[in-house]
């Protein structure tokens, strides 16, 4: 049995995991049979040439596929080509489908590379330090840079850096809104808008959504039958149900927005999957709309860095409200989203996600074929339509005696008596594709009709 790397020219993935593979094409080919005994990582490292931390790497990534086994003080052993085939779950608990989230495994020592650069030893203290009100222009010019990968054109004077998405909303509402205002969501909003409207003491009123997402209709009598301040929406990829609204609803709801006078809070967070559509941002009033879109999505969880997009005048009350809040988002993080915008990992990062996003959905589509899930080839997550005899929260604690983890609709509405059959599953959160096949398998499996949980809190 020999492992053996591709040429340098050819490798399409860091080294561990081309080791790993490498491990699993000998045992496919016979090569290393079960139970055999592979080179210590010392002994693998010197023969390829390669750092010991690296084959620590590459053996960890094996046993999490299921190709070895490690056993203390006596090395590590192939297994069955059964097992390569069947991976096994390493997680001890369910395995969840609740948050979305996509770490890019692929690019995580090239962040570790660019957060190392952040504070090198004997360089600039900025990071360290206060940022001010305004925060560095640098910081502010990256901002710009990324909204314009969103379709926005932007300038740094027009963006405010946020500690992140909510932190993104929260500063919007205290910028655009006051305590004891209506606020207008879609029927079926982000939980986050939810919990800070009711926080902050604004009054969150859903409106009906249709296929096509937000009724123009039922905006319209809402307008007329209240007096609402502001509305929130998440016109692209919408959370939760993946709907992107087409051209002729947009401008419907535009105009509806222009006659009332509405604020508007645009969320863009999953624009980067969906570079074909336009913001509508600038199709509102200068002084009454912010876009908001964050980076934790679009690069990774733990980069906890948004960005506001607002005229100037508006952004003095956002920068007003941000520094309440959190006096400076991270300086570290902001530096880090700065330089992974301006150096190009990020649009590495996204173009893998499209990537890894699209094959995720062909597995959704073939293991929940037996379902009716809403969604769109780019989505992060599908909005699944319970069968007859399901409820929401039914399902979400069968799911979960099953082993899997998903958000019930009531998680997302403002009005919570409305009885509503669906819930999401996030495709991301598991950290493989066969994880992922794993969890829907589950959910597949579960009856056609609800039975009695005995987990529910009545």
């Not at 952040?118 to 990256?142: K, L």
């Not at 959370?239 to 087409?246: C, F, G, Y």
Request: some cysteine; charged content about 25%.
């Amino acid at each position: 049995m020999t492992i053996s790397l591709p040429r340098r020219q050819e490798r399409r993935q860091p080294v561990y995991r081309e080791i790993a593979d490498a491990i699993a094409r000998e045992i496919k080919a016979g090569r290393l049979k079960p139970g055999e005994r592979l080179p210590t990582q010392r002994e693998l490292a010197t023969q390829l040439g390669v750092t010991l931390t690296t084959v620590t790497r590459a053996y960890a990534e094996a046993d999490r596929r299921g190709l070895v086994r490690g056993e203390v003080g006596r090395g590590t052993y192939a297994r069955s080509r059964e097992l390569e085939l069947h991976p096994r779950v390493v997680s001890e608990g369910p395995i969840s489908l609740a948050t979305n989230t996509l770490l890019p495994v692929e690019h995580i020592d090239a962040l570790a590379d660019q957060l190392a650069a952040c504070a090198p030893r004997g360089g600039e203290t900025a990071v360290f330090e206060y940022q001010g009100r305004v925060g560095p222009v640098r910081a502010r010019a990256a901002g710009a840079d990324w909204l314009e990968r969103l379709g926005l054109q932007s300038n740094p004077d027009q963006i405010t850096v946020t500690a992140g998405g909510q932190h993104a909303i929260l500063v919007s509402l205290l910028a655009g809104t006051d305590a004891g205002d209506e606020v207008l969501v879609e029927e079926f909003a982000y939980s986050g808008i939810l919990e800070l409207c009711a926080r902050l003491g604004r009054r969150a009123r859903a409106v009906a959504m249709d296929e096509h997402g937000l009724d123009p209709a039922a905006l319209d009598a809402a307008c007329r039958d209240g007096r609402p301040r502001a509305l929130y929406m998440m016109p692209t990829l919408h959370n939760p149900t993946s709907v992107t609204m087409p051209a002729r609803r947009r401008q419907e709801i535009v105009e509806i927005v222009r006659k009332y006078g509405l604020f508007v809070i645009e969320d863009d967070v999953y624009g980067y999957l969906a570079p074909d559509v336009r913001p509508l941002f600038d199709n509102f009033a200068p002084d009454r709309a912010v876009y908001v879109t964050s980076l934790a999505k679009a690069i990774t969880p733990g980069l906890r860095v948004g960005y506001v997009r607002a005229s100037v005048g508006l952004r003095e009350r956002l920068e007003a409200a941000s520094h309440w809040t959190v006096i400076d988002p991270a300086p570290v993080m902001v530096e880090l989203a700065a330089r992974v915008i301006t150096g190009g990992l990020a649009d590495r990062i996204v173009e893998w996600k499209r990537s890894e996003t699209a094959a995720r959905q062909e597995i959704a589509a073939r293991m929940l074929a037996k379902f009716r899930c809403q969604t769109s080839p780019m989505s992060p997550h599908l909005w699944m339509h319970l069968p007859e005899g399901w409820s929401s929260d039914a399902f979400v604690s069968q799911a979960r005696d099953g082993g899997v983890v998903v958000n019930g609709a009531h998680a997302f509405m403002a009005d919570k008596r409305a009885p509503r059959k669906a819930v999401r599953v996030c495709l991301g959160t598991p950290r493989s594709r066969e994880i992922l096949e794993q969890a829907l398998g589950r959910l597949a499996q579960l009856p056609d009709g609800a039975q009695t949980p005995h987990s529910m809190v009545v």
